[in-house]
């Protein structure tokens, strides 16, 4: 596994739930991970490549129906333990990284209006989110039965709470910058 690139360890993550292709992958972060987490194919592709090298994962057997291959990835037992000691490791960095704080941050260099706006831009996505994962949380508090599901469970859970206090923050924000 390279060093620190996590978009390993989040396909190693998927595939040890099923095989996936990379396109597969892809939707997958697109999904319910984008939540947290973000993939390009520029680095699952090259990934899966290097983890393949190092026998992390391997090519199940090519599908060529409809005239395409398709190239289905395993996880193999080395990379189920790659996995697992990643899981087991107690550092995990936790980077806070929006581009709406930056601008805030920035803000005093243009007009309140323009700040308030990106609070505003930032409140409209942060509702289309939340609600996203509401939904989610409806749907796994069927099924908690399942190990997988209280782990996905308590992801969601965290971005519930995460983004609600993300919309309090926008509520004082543009309170503050529209009262001085």
Not at 4 to 20: M, P, Q, S, T, Y
Not at 102 to 128: A, C, H, P, W
Request: proline share 1%; aromatic share 10%.
């Amino acid at each position: 596994m390279a060093k620190d690139r996590k978009i390993d360890v989040v396909i190693l993550g998927l595939l040890a739930h099923e095989n996936l292709t990379g396109y597969d992958i892809k939707k997958q972060i697109d999904g319910a991970i984008s939540f947290f987490w973000k993939g390009s194919f520029g680095s699952i592709y090259p990934a899966l490549s290097d983890m393949e090298k190092q026998g992390l994962v391997k090519r199940k057997k090519a599908d060529t129906t409809g005239g395409r291959e398709k190239i289905i990835y395993q996880i193999t037992k080395q990379g189920k333990d790659t996995l697992k000691a990643w899981l087991n490791d107690e550092k995990a960095a936790n980077d806070l990284k929006y581009e709406t704080l930056l601008k805030m941050y920035f803000g005093g260099t243009e007009d309140r209006s323009v700040t308030i706006r990106n609070i505003e831009i930032f409140e409209k996505q942060v509702k289309e989110n939340l609600k996203i994962l509401k939904l989610y949380k409806d749907n796994l508090e069927k099924v908690l039965n399942q190990e997988d599901h209280i782990h996905y469970y308590l992801t969601v859970t965290f971005g519930i709470e995460t983004y609600e206090a993300n919309l309090r923050w926008c509520n004082k924000a543009k309170k503050i910058l529209k009262e001085k």
